[in-house]
């Protein structure tokens, strides 16, 4: 008859040659087959049984991994377009809106403001024809909109990414000569017209960012639908 012991850890015992801790193990005589088999029996139990929780455990901790891969709700709400109402929003104002946690600037222009934009001489702003700006191809105009009335803006400096404030009075003090309205970031003295045009002479280096952005109603506007690249 053998006798049934338990074998330590590695480093418990300078003999041991595995890590079964807790598994028994059998030491005796090998011709004895009654307690061999019993022992081989437990063994396979075990062993099997390690096999399945084991199998269990690294399901659960598959799923929260899998899981990982999935856009939250949060998330996919972050990108996606954003619709506003516009119907207060009277002329000469602007209001924010946020998305994709930026903020968009919606301005209504005036006559007057619109009719400055075309103004400017030769010389003041570094990129009028917005050939090196960021824009969809129906806000690629002097207007820098899809209708002359209505700017929609990325209210985010293309310098060091500050917000600029808004200062829309014609020739206002400080701005400068020519001031037909328009915007002003106070970090480093970025300037830019009343449709996000940068001024030459100033550390931003590119025109203001237009959104994508679609008209539903007269007094509904989204922002965020490509219409040009639908998906
Ligand atoms: S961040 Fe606007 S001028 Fe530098």
């Known amino acids: 008859m053998g006798s049934v012991t338990s074998v330590g850890p590695p480093g418990d015992d300078p ?35 390690a096999t399945v929780i084991g199998g269990i455990g690294a399901g659960f901790a598959a799923v929260p991994f899998i899981a990982s ?50 103004s400017f001489s030769a010389g003041v702003l570094r990129d009028p024809d917005s050939t090196n700006s960021a824009q969809p191809l129906y806000a690629k105009n002097v207007w820098r909109s899809e209708k002359p009335e209505y700017l929609v803006l990325v209210g985010v400096c293309t310098h060091l990414g500050c917000s600029p404030g808004f200062v829309p009075e014609m020739g206002a003090a400080g701005m400068g000569n020519p001031w037909n309205g328009g915007f002003f970031c106070p970090c480093h003295g970025s300037k830019f017209d009343l449709a996000g045009r940068v001024y030459i002479g100033v550390p931003a280096p590119a025109n203001l960012v237009v959104p994508p952005y679609e008209f539903v109603s007269e007094t509904r506007l989204v922002i965020g639908v490509d219409k040009e690249n639908p998906a």
């Open 15 to 49: 003999g041991c040659r595995g890590g079964h801790a807790d598994i028994a193990e059998y030491v005796g005589d090998p011709d004895d087959m009654t307690d061999n088999t019993v022992d081989t029996r437990r063994r396979r139990f075990l062993t099997g049984t």
């Open 69 to 118: 891969f999935q856009p939250s709700a949060r998330a996919k709400a972050i990108g996606a377009p954003v619709e506003v109402d516009i119907s207060k929003l009277e002329p000469g104002q602007r209001m924010i809106q946020k998305w994709r946690g930026k903020p968009v600037w919606i301005v209504r222009r005036t006559p007057a403001m619109i009719d400055g934009l075309k």
